[in-house]
């Protein structure tokens, strides 16, 4: 792309580090789509009209275009081609891969925009934390505001009623996720479930806005699912320890097995400890969920419990109160046990989001939330892989039994 002139590094001394940031990244995108464009026309460098020109030649720019990115608003004109030859069945059109057609927004923004969606509790706010972020030269009008969050209820309108009669999964994590702010009356609670197809994707099956994840939430949920045509529940379920979700599923799929998420049962035991004792009972919970088998589970739970019992009650009890739901990842592949001792899935989505919304504190309405988490979980969606060893899904599918996580022989 060669190097920027000495004349272009002399124009940025004495600017803001914000605005240095931009021209640079300017630079570099036009340059990446000249280069590419001079590729292209060595495509056609051995082509020539009737009066033996070159045939496919550059012809000006295409107008000048605005892509916000996370550099700021970038103002980038694409190479424009004339194609001077006759006789061909389709002219020459260059199409760049930096900049396809009709892009506004750089991928990233995708999922930075529903972070300033759920702090901007109005449109003005929306704006302002918009500018503080890519620069005071960005503007975003409370019209363009109205019409983004319009869009963005339409479209979750649109996949909250999809067919799902041809839908068929093997696994389910579900979760009420909560941020630490203030919406309406109370702290937000958006009920989110993601699921492993037949071919072992991941995919984000259904969000919705829930009462502190009561079972009459969790059942409205699940049972709508039901009623856009989905015929049979998941294989297992992995969850927390919250009573709705699981009452919930009794009723509605109530053939799913249930497995306790490991990294919540770890959390809510270790809080009833003191913390110097965090550390050792810590690595024995490890070695209960990282056993080869379930007998050696079990001989794990009984040597915590005689280890912490007679000091630590509460603790003990917290973790053997969901012991046959902790470990009915035994009873699935080995290979897919990572993914299913924990609804990290879940987690990992919101971890950041989390983060930036500790100390807002302003309110807002859990539409608001909502539509957050629901584009930040499909900007996530793009980049989930599949589960290891998806080629075992269709046994488990076909009620193949698996013991201590080996294909048991019939």
Not at 350 to 371: C, D, E, H, P, Q
């Amino acid at each position: 792309m060669g190097d920027f002139t000495s004349e272009f590094i002399s124009s940025l001394i004495g600017k803001p580090l914000g605005e240095i940031v931009q021209l640079g990244a300017q630079k570099i995108v036009e340059a990446a789509v000249l280069a590419e464009f001079d590729f292209y026309l060595q495509q056609y460098s051995q082509e020539l009209d009737k009066r033996g020109r070159p045939g496919v030649v550059k012809n000006g720019s295409h107008r000048e275009r605005t892509i916000l990115t996370a550099a700021g608003e970038l103002k980038i004109k694409v190479p424009r081609v004339r194609d001077r030859r006759e006789g061909v069945s389709e002219k020459a059109q260059f199409r760049s891969s930096v900049l396809p057609p009709y892009l506004r927004r750089a991928k990233e923004m995708d999922e930075f925009i529903p972070y300033l969606y759920l702090k901007g509790v109005s449109t003005g706010d929306f704006s302002g934390v918009l500018s503080q972020l890519l620069g005071k030269d960005v503007k975003l009008s409370a019209n363009t505001v109205v019409r983004l969050k319009e869009v963005w209820e339409k479209e979750y309108e649109e996949w909250s009623k999809r067919d799902l009669s041809d839908k068929r999964y093997l696994y389910w994590w579900v979760d009420g996720v909560y941020f630490n702010i203030r919406l309406e009356d109370e702290r937000s609670c958006m009920l989110v479930i993601i699921g492993v197809t037949e071919d072992g994707r991941k995919e984000l099956v259904a969000v919705s806005a829930g009462h502190r994840e009561s079972e009459l939430s969790w059942q409205s949920m699940f049972s709508d699912l039901k009623k856009r045509g989905l015929q049979k529940g998941p294989r297992m379920v992995t969850g927390d320890g919250a009573l709705g979700s699981w009452k919930a599923l009794g009723k509605e799929f109530p053939e799913a097995k249930h497995q306790r998420c490991w990294v919540h049962k770890t959390a809510n035991v270790l809080d009833k400890l003191p913390k110097s004792v965090q550390s050792l009972a810590k690595s024995h919970i490890h070695k209960i969920y990282e056993a080869d088998t379930k007998q050696e589970a079990l001989k794990e739970f009984d040597r915590f419990v005689n280890l912490f019992e007679a000091k630590y009650p509460k603790a003990v009890a917290c973790l053997v109160k969901d012991k046959a739901e902790t470990l009915a990842f035994y009873d699935f592949p080995a290979e897919h046990w990572r993914h299913i001792r924990s609804t990290n899935v879940i987690e990992s989505v919101f971890a950041s989001v989390r983060l930036r919304t500790y100390k807002t504190k302003g309110m807002g309405s859990s539409i608001t939330a909502l539509m957050m988490v629901f584009k930040l979980s499909q900007a996530a969606e793009k980049s989930w892989q599949r589960i290891h060893h998806y080629n075992l899904i269709p046994l488990v599918m076909a009620g193949i039994k698996f013991v201590d996580g080996v294909q048991h022989a019939a």
